[in-house]
T-cell receptor
Framework: RKEVEQDPGPFNVPEGATVAFNCTYS??????FFWYRQDCRKEPKLLMS???SGNEDGRFTAQLNRASQYISLLIRDSKLSDSATYLC????????????FGAGTRLFVKA | GAVVSQHPSRVICKSGTSVKIECRSL??????MFWYRQFPKKSLMLMAT?????????EQGVEKDKFLINHASLTLSTLTVTSAHPEDSSFYIC??????????FGSGTQLSVL
């Protein structure tokens, strides 16, 4: 089993749609969690951190369920500019200061 | 915010040459830096963990003699792809973090080996 698993995608959605991405992690000792966005041949950019209490930033909402070892990202009112690959990232997954990336989920938002 | 600088952004070289990529933390000290490789339409794969003042830790399947890592100071790590071949063509990214809550990436290096 992979340490961090994501929906494979791609997700093709129309503008204005709501889309949800899921991610699970295998190591219950993992310490911090993030969603990153990566555009083609660019470095990943931090989208938001993920907390058990939930975290909302505009159209984006992230949620962590430690009991289920599950992370989610919800994007409301999708924009064309949201088209990218979304990476679920887990820190401390290997019991140390180590970052593990999910394989990424590709999102295409179409007019 | 913290910034990680990576150079060069793009390299085109002949097969058999060696290529050095630099990763610098600009406003924090990084005892640990990470090197990743990404093939087209694939996820970032951790290659190695660079430790200041000691040997790097390589992930399974990554040849340490092929990918030389040097972390001689608290702000600089270098990755040298030795005797590069076309199959080494990839996007290489470094990252560093001032703490476990944040991870900052370099802008990446696109290596093309002819």
């Amino acid at each position: 089993r992979k340490e961090v698993e994501q929906d494979p995608g791609p997700f093709n959605v129309p503008e204005g749609a709501t889309v949800a991405f899921n991610c699970t992690y295998s190591n219950s000792a993992s310490q911090s969690f993030f969603w990153y966005r990566q555009d083609c041949r660019k470095e990943p950019k931090l989208l938001m951190s993920v907390y058990s209490s939930g975290n909302e930033d505009g159209r984006f909402t992230a949620q962590l369920n430690r009991a289920s070892q599950y992370i989610s990202l919800l994007i409301r009112d999708s924009k064309l500019s949201d088209s990218a690959t979304y990476l679920c990232v887990v820190n401390g997954a290997a019991g140390g200061f180590k970052t593990i990336f999910g394989a990424g989920t590709r999102l295409f938002v179409k007019a | 915010g913290a910034v990680v600088s990576q150079h060069p952004s793009r390299v085109i070289c002949k097969s058999g040459t060696s290529v050095k990529i630099e990763c610098r933390s600009l406003d924090f000290q990084a005892t640990t830096m990470f090197w990743y490789r990404q093939f087209p339409k694939k996820s970032l794969m951790l290659m190695a963990t660079s430790n200041e003042g000691s040997k790097a830790t390589y992930e399974q399947g990554v040849e340490k003699d092929k990918f030389l890592i040097n972390h001689a100071s608290l702000t600089l790590s270098t990755l040298t792809v030795t005797s590069a071949h076309p199959e080494d063509s990839s996007f290489y990214i470094c990252s560093a973090s001032p703490d476990i809550e944040k991870l900052f990436f370099g802008s990446g290096t696109q290596l093309s080996v002819l």
